[in-house]
Nanobody, 127 residues
């Protein structure tokens, strides 16, 4: 499976962006998907995840109510809709996929749970 992330860019605080992650190879419905981000000088952190079935989603507290993760299995793409962006959301965003069909939120928040990673896409939010 190969993942390709795109959709990053420069946006003003309060604005919106939609990140996309396209999968090649296996169908998207066969694995869980997530987004992580890494700000300058910081470790990569969990942002959001969605189960393989698409039924359950998980978010880090700082993005709840502003970001939405969803996927289109037919097009093999999963998305991260980011609204009300803040300067502290500035980071390189990475999409990821996991083969394990876990039902544990903790599982999806861990970087080591993911088997596939896309290249990063830079999101810059100006104040």
């Amino acid at each position: 499976v190969q993942l390709q992330a795109f959709g990053g860019g420069l946006v003003q605080a309060g604005g919106s962006l939609r990140l996309s992650c396209a999968a090649s190879g296996r169908t998207l419905s066969s694995f869980g998907s997530g987004w992580f981000r890494q700000a300058p000088g910081k470790e990569r952190e969990f942002v959001a995840a969605i189960r393989w079935s698409g039924g359950d989603t998980y978010y880090t507290d700082s993005v709840k109510g502003r970001f939405t993760i969803f996927k289109d299995n037919a097009r093999k793409i999963h998305y991260l809709q980011m609204n009300s962006l803040k300067p502290e959301d500035t980071a390189i965003y990475y999409c990821a996929g996991t083969n394990v069909r876990s039902v544990s939120r903790t599982w999806y928040t861990r970087r080591e749970s993911y088997d596939y990673w896309g290249q990063g896409t830079l999101v810059t939010v100006s104040s």
